[in-house]
C-alpha cells in the first residue's frame, strides 16, 4: 500500500479572469502590399485580415505579457502573490534558456511561483489550460496564470506571399482556480508529427548563425494542406469536446476558435451546424493571426465589447504547427 498522502486539490477549476494586450502600431494591408504582389481585396477574402497589430522594440514578449497578466490578474480578483505558477506559451521568445516565465512572474511580484514555457504553437493556450486545470485539482497551485504571447512579426518574411499578411503580434493571458463546479470540460488534444512540414520554421537558428543563409528564419507553411487539416480535421476534435462535455451545438453561447483565417473559422461553424444565437469570435479581422495568443485575446475582447457575457458557455479550440491541437468546452469568467 501507497504511504503517499492524496492530493488536497479543489474539486475543479475554473477560468477567474482573462487579459489582454495589443501593440499600439496597427498595420493595414496597405503596408503588408509593399512587398508582396497582392492586393487589399485578396488578403481580405483569403484571410478576412484587415489589420495587424505589430510590436516596437519595448513591447516584447515579456512586457507584454505582463500588461496582459496584469489585467488578468485584477478581473480576476486575487493578487499576483497568490499565483502559484506561471505557464508561458509562445515560439517567439528567442532565448533558449531561462524560460521567460521566471522574468515574468518575478516582475508581476508572485511569491517564487512556479514558472515554465510550453512550445505547442497556436494549441499553446489550450495545452496550458490543460496544465494548469490539473494543478488545480491535484493542488499544486491554487490560481495558475496561463499566458499565450507572440511576436510574429520577428518570424515573417515580407516577400512571403503566402504568409506575409498573416501574423500579428500580442499577448492574452487568464487566470485559472478553483471551482466547486464543473467549468473547464476533458482535453481533446493530440499531434500529427507526420504533418509537421506544412507548418514550420524555414531553417534552424544553428544554419543562420553559422552564415549558411542570409535571410533570417520566418515561419513557412503550405496553405492549402493546412486549410484541409483544419476545416476537416479541427471540426471532429471540436465536436469531440462538445461530446467530452456533454454539450450539444444548441448549448453553446460562444465559439473561439483559434484566429488563424475567417474562410477556416465559417467552415467550421458550417460543420459543426452551430445555431445563429452561437456568438462566434472574428477578432482575425483586427489582430490577425498571433498564435498561442489568438483564443485569449479573442476572449477578452468578447468580453469587453459585450458580445459575452460571464457565465457564457464556450467551446474553444487552437490548432497550427506540429501538427498540434487542444480543444474544450469553459465557462467564460
Excluded at 15 to 43: A, F, Q
Excluded at 70 to 94: L, M, P, R, Y
Excluded at 205 to 214: I, K, L, P, S
Excluded at 261 to 289: C, F
Aim: overall charge negative; glycine content about 10%; proline content about 4%.
Amino acid at each position: 500500500m501507497s504511504k503517499i498522502k492524496p492530493a488536497k486539490g479543489a474539486p475543479y477549476a475554473r477560468i477567474l479572469g482573462v487579459g489582454g494586450y495589443r501593440p499600439t502600431r496597427v498595420v493595414p494591408n496597405e503596408v503588408i502590399l509593399e512587398t508582396i504582389d497582392s492586393s487589399d481585396e485578396w488578403i481580405r477574402s483569403r484571410s478576412g485580415i484587415q489589420t495587424r497589430h505589430w510590436a516596437n522594440d519595448e513591447e516584447t514578449v515579456a512586457a507584454m505579457s505582463i500588461e496582459a497578466s496584469g489585467k488578468a490578474i485584477a478581473d480576476a480578483g486575487i493578487t499576483a502573490e497568490q499565483v502559484g505558477a506561471v505557464i508561458v506559451s509562445t515560439v517567439t521568445h528567442f532565448k533558449q534558456t531561462p524560460a521567460v516565465a521566471t522574468e515574468i512572474a518575478d516582475k508581476l511580484g508572485t511569491n517564487k511561483a512556479a514558472a515554465f514555457d510550453i512550445s505547442a504553437g497556436c494549441a499553446g493556450f489550450g495545452y496550458g489550460l490543460t496544465l494548469a486545470k490539473g494543478m488545480i485539482v491535484e493542488g499544486s497551485a491554487e490560481y495558475v496564470l496561463v499566458i499565450g504571447v507572440e511576436r510574429l512579426s520577428d518570424l515573417t518574411d515580407l516577400e512571403d506571399r503566402a504568409t506575409a499578411f498573416l501574423f500579428g503580434d500580442g499577448a492574452g493571458a487568464v487566470v485559472v482556480g478553483p471551482s466547486n463546479e464543473p467549468a473547464i470540460g476533458p482535453t481533446i488534444w493530440g499531434s500529427e508529427g507526420d504533418k509537421s512540414e506544412t507548418i514550420k520554421q524555414t531553417v534552424p537558428w544553428t544554419d543562420y548563425r553559422e552564415g549558411e543563409v542570409e535571410r533570417f528564419p520566418a515561419i513557412t507553411q503550405e496553405g492549402q494542406a493546412v486549410f484541409r487539416w483544419a476545416v476537416f480535421e479541427m471540426a471532429k476534435v471540436a465536436q469531440q469536446a462538445l461530446d467530452a462535455a456533454g454539450i450539444a451545438a444548441s448549448d453553446l453561447d460562444v465559439f473561439i476558435p483559434h484566429q488563424a483565417n475567417e474562410r477556416i473559422i465559417d467552415s467550421m461553424v458550417k460543420t459543426l451546424k452551430l445555431p445563429e444565437s452561437v456568438t462566434v469570435a472574428r477578432d482575425v479581422r483586427t489582430t490577425g493571426n498571433t498564435s498561442a495568443a489568438s483564443i485569449p485575446l479573442a476572449m477578452e475582447r468578447l468580453l469587453a465589447t459585450g458580445e459575452a457575457k460571464s457565465g457564457d458557455t464556450a467551446l474553444v479550440i487552437g490548432f497550427g504547427a506540429g501538427l498540434v491541437y487542444a480543444a474544450s468546452v469553459v465557462t467564460l469568467p
